[in-house]
Every structure is written in C-alpha cells, then in structure tokens.
T-cell receptor
C-alpha cells in the first residue's frame, strides 16, 4: 500500500460536463504527476506539478488543467468532457530533488466514465 | 522522443515455469527504466528500477531485469511463476525533470495456468 490516495474512486459524468479529480500525495513528496489510462492501454502522461508549478505536460488539450496546493496535494480538472475521456486517471507522487530520478508511487486511480 | 515498446501483448505460462517479458526503449540520454505491475482495477506497483550501475537489477516478488544498452532492452524475468503473478506488466522510461515523467509501454498481460 502506498500513501497516495485518490478521490473519488469512480465517477460517471455526462458529455460536456466538467470534472475535478483529487490526489493526496505521499507524506514528504513534493511532486505530483497525472496519467490517463484508457482501457487496454498503458498510462499516458498528462502533466506534472513540482512545488506548485507545472513542470512538464504531455500531449493533452488545454481543457485538461491542474493545480498543486501548498501541502502538495493536487487536482486534475477536465472541462467539456468527451466520450474519449473515459479512462482510469492515475496520480503519482515522488520526491523531486532536481538531481536525478526518484521512485514514484501511484494511487489506485479514479475510474471516469463519460456517457 | 522517448518511447517504450512491449512486443508481447499477451503471454500465457504454466505455474512454475520461467517467464521473460520483453521491453525495448528509445531515449536520447541515459535511460531510467522501470517495471510496474497492475492488477485488475488497481493502480501501479513498482517491481524494480534501473538508474545506473549493475545492469542486472533485483526487484520484489522474485523478479529481476537486465539492462542491455546495445540492444536498448530492459527485459523482465522470473525463474518460477506463481498463480498470483497474473496481472498486467508495464515497462516505463522516465524523464526525470524535477521528478519523474514516465513514458509507458502498452503493457503485457500475463495469464498463469495451473
């Protein structure tokens, strides 16, 4: 069990709506990344926050946005939901030092279904 | 650009048999490589990682992986598979900018038969 918790675990939304997913990072970690995992696929990097600033973004449109709070927890917001946004959304936390890679710990994910 | 290829979409092995899952990566600099396992409906659990040094790395649950730079490979192995190893396995390469940004392969689904 990791210390990364995500809420909610499951969510159903209608096309065109907006959604907010939440992630509580592991104690002591200052970096949070978000991934989208479509059914039968590997996780795709959405973006990363390091000390409350966006620090890298994958190939996702601007309607995917995020936030990291002073306690290093994070939110992922998706506007104007589309059917293809249906996926498992994973949050990963790590301790970023700026001096090299570190181990990342994943939460259990939020299963988003868009109907 | 970095990328990971897992050539085997699905593998079936008998319990007690050996296992090798293939992973090839493309990365312009020193690769930081990982293997994760995912049980149905769950998040990802780290099996092992390679950052530098000894090219044979040991992980949890009896798994090991060997980094071969000349072949751009990081194959995962286990000498004797248990039924509980049935899961989805993902290889990933990391871009570490301030933290880890992972690029995952499409995964290999492992079925273990009695």
């Amino acid at each position: 069990e990791t210390g990364v918790t995500q809420s909610p675990t499951h969510l159903i939304k209608t096309r065109g709506q907006q959604v907010t997913l939440r992630c509580s990072s592991q104690s002591g970690h200052n970096t949070v990344s978000w991934y989208q995992q479509a059914l039968g696929q590997g996780p795709q990097f959405i973006f990363q926050y390091y000390r409350e600033e966006e620090n890298g973004r994958g190939n996702f449109p601007p309607r995917f946005s995020g936030l990291q709070f002073p306690n290093y927890s994070s939110e992922l917001n998706v506007n104007a939901l589309e059917l293809d946004d249906s996926a498992l959304y994973l949050c990963a936390s790590s301790w970023g030092t700026g001096r090299g890679p570190t181990e990342a710990f994943f939460g259990q994910g939020t299963r988003l279904t868009v109907v | 650009a970095q990328s990971v290829t897992q050539p085997d979409i699905h593998i079936t092995v008998s319990e007690g048999a050996s296992l090798e899952l293939r992973c090839n990566y493309s990365y312009g600099a020193t690769p930081y490589l990982f293997w994760y396992v995912q049980s149905p409906g769950q998040g990802l659990q780290l099996l092992l990682k390679y950052f530098s040094g000894d090219t044979l790395v040991q992980g949890i649950k009896g798994f090991e992986a060997e980094f071969k730079r000349s072949q751009s490979s990081f194959n995962l192995r286990k000498p004797s598979v248990h039924w509980s190893d049935a899961a989805e396995y993902f290889c990933a390469v990391a871009n570490w900018r301030g933290g880890n940004q992972f690029y995952f392969g499409t995964g290999t689904s492992l079925t273990v038969i009695p």
